[in-house]
């Protein structure tokens, strides 16, 4: 009778170790060779072997074979990043019977390879690499995932194009949206706009109200889907829970409402960035005014008099001056990062004055321009034939003289200081996080960039990366309105597809506390930020004993940081794993070293 894979030396932890070549990119810098006979030595690995390419179709091919003829539990790989081709290099095994949590994969790619000139010195890295993570991988132990429920209703946070968008798809495949905007309207700045430059494969006049485009959400839509919830002049103030089941608190005119959701679209959008920052650019003179206004102004008086008039005292401007990255790619006083749609729009509405003012000289002072959009090289030439003036430089100042504006820049082509008559001065403002966004981010622990904006997660990420979060449109920064709508579709696709499935797996790398050991003294729960993690009284031993909501807990080992008896830790770091690593690192350094 054939012996079970499991009846196979039980006692013995069976270790499979796997190299990865990396098609050259670790095998040209580190003698793989080498480091798998070194290790062949240790008695609890069943074999080494060294792959060219393990997240290759071959690679998966080979892993797949690997486990099915060859008796091992337990797989530690040496190969690139472990979280993203690490997760194909895992399923390959996993899909065959491997448990999960019987894995380990060290970056010997960017940690060896990359970050050693010397192949010895990247070898020897490498090999201690290996031996950690054999020993770690040695004393894991198996485990079962979370099975999570997902509840079927969603939660938008803002009410701009890209929310709407969301919610349109969310609602259309049955599933109760809750959409709270914080002003008194939806539709946000998009709604607000006239046009857009360029259009790309619209195949109408753009010169409309973008709100009447065919490819932007309606609002009445919105009010008509008997699936969405609109709250207006209301604001998030706590969501708690976790994966699948989040409880969510809305500050409306009529009282705190509170309901729970399974998914969460952020698109809470961006502001425009505020020139009064900038007091030398004199914003708080009537004639300077921001591209938004600009938009309104063109608005209101189109359907007037046709003509364009300043502010100030009505007359048709002569001369305007269009400043660029007001707020953007300045360290000093604004943004450092760039805006993206600031030149496309600027150049629009030149164009757009010169169309109804030809006599008008129009300017435009620009550091560089940045188009990311196709057809914008066009749209650039078009404009310069029909009379924009390009100023590439800064503008230092505008001067208030006598009544009189005058815009002072450098112009780098010519090098020559320029003090330019202005009867109108639009600044392009640049976009920034919008109000409020910074505590969304907090209550749903969003992490974000240097610029503030909120980062999203790759979706080609596992769906249990992002618990059910999804940040969507100028949230996660600038861009234009056609891919904030894109970018909601495909959240709101995410979120459909976790929702339908109502269920999904969560890695049960998590806290957990030794009864035994724990005092209750509840130092856990104090640096828990997720409220994960409370005291509670045990009715058999009368006494508080921390307990774990698995589905909140985010494994972060903040509790276990500070628990001062060594109750609490987390799955697969307990301290003898994790002290098994260093140990096989560091066995061979001299004591002297």
């Not at 404009?383 to 590439?392: S, Y």
Request: charged share 30%; proline share 4%.
């Amino acid at each position: 009778m054939e012996e079970s894979r499991h009846d196979i030396d039980t006692e013995k932890k069976r270790v499979a170790v796997y190299l990865c070549g990396c098609k050259g990119e670790i095998s040209d810098h580190i003698d793989l060779e080498s480091i798998a006979r070194q290790l062949e030595d240790d008695p609890d690995i069943e074999m080494v072997s060294i792959h060219e390419a393990l997240c290759s179709r071959e690679g998966q091919k080979f892993l797949k074979e690997e486990y099915s003829t060859k008796a091992f539990e337990r797989a530690a790989v040496g190969a690139c990043s472990p979280n993203i081709q690490g997760l194909i290099v895992s399923r390959s095994l996993e899909e065959q019977g491997l448990n999960r949590y019987l894995f380990e994969q060290i970056n010997i790619r960017e940690q060896c390879a990359w970050s050693h000139r010397d192949k010895s010195d990247a070898t020897e890295k490498g090999r201690r690499l290996m031996k950690g993570a054999i020993a770690r991988v040695k004393e894991l132990v198996p485990l079962e995932d979370i099975e999570v429920s997902i509840l079927p209703s969603a939660l938008v946070i803002g009410g701009g194009v890209t929310g709407m968008q969301a919610a349109l798809d969310i609602a259309g495949q049955g599933f109760r949206v809750h959409l709270v905007e914080r002003s008194d309207e939806l539709g946000g700045r998009a709604y607000k706009l006239s046009m857009t430059f360029p259009t790309h494969n619209c195949g109408i006049c753009c010169m409309q109200y973008c709100k009447e485009c065919v490819f932007t959400p309606k609002v009445e839509d919105v009010h008509q889907d008997d699936n969405i919830e609109i709250m207006l002049r209301s604001e998030v103030v706590d969501i708690t829970g976790g994966f699948g089941n989040r409880h969510v608190k809305v500050d409306t005119p009529d009282g705190e409402r509170e309901f729970d959701v399974g998914t969460i679209i952020v698109a809470t959008g961006s502001k425009t960035f505020d020139p009064l920052r900038i007091p030398e650019l004199r914003y708080e003179n009537p004639d300077v005014i921001t591209a938004v206004e600009l938009e309104q102004l063109i608005v209101e008086q189109r359907n007037k008099s046709g003509w364009l008039k300043r502010p100030s005292d009505e007359k048709i401007p002569k001369t305007v001056n269009f400043i660029q990255c007001v707020g953007s790619r300045d360290k000093v006083k604004g943004n450092l990062h760039c805006s993206l749609v600031c030149c496309t729009y600027a150049i629009g509405q030149a164009r757009e004055i010169k169309k109804i003012l030809p006599e008008a000289d129009v300017y435009i002072h620009y550091i560089d321009l940045r188009g990311p959009y196709r057809g914008f090289e066009e749209f650039y030439d078009q404009a310069k034939e029909e009379g924009i003036q390009f100023v590439r430089g800064r503008v230092s100042e505008v001067v208030e003289d006598r009544g009189d504006l005058f815009v002072r820049a450098l112009d780098t082509d010519s090098d020559t200081l320029l003090s330019i008559p202005s009867d109108l001065v639009v600044l392009a403002v640049g976009q920034e996080p919008s109000d409020g966004s910074d505590a969304i981010s907090k209550m749903l622990h969003i992490q974000t960039d240097i610029d503030r904006f909120m980062k999203d997660i790759n979706p080609m990420f596992p769906s249990e990366f992002r618990r059910g979060v999804y940040v969507a449109g100028t949230a996660q920064g600038p861009k234009g309105i056609r891919y904030s709508i894109e970018d909601a579709k495909a959240a709101a696709a995410s979120a459909i597809e976790l929702m339908m499935k109502g269920r999904a797996p969560f890695p049960r790398i998590v806290a957990f506390v030794d009864e035994e050991r724990c005092r209750g003294c509840g130092r856990c729960e104090e640096a828990c930020e997720y409220g994960a993690i409370r005291l509670e009284e045990d009715p058999e031993k009368r006494v508080k004993i921390s307990r774990v909501d698995e589905i909140v807990c985010e494994g972060c080992g903040a509790c276990a940081t500070v628990c001062c008896t060594k109750a609490i830790t987390i799955n697969n770091f307990k301290r003898e794993q994790v002290e098994a690593q260093i140990r096989a690192m560091l066995e061979e350094v001299d004591a002297d070293g």
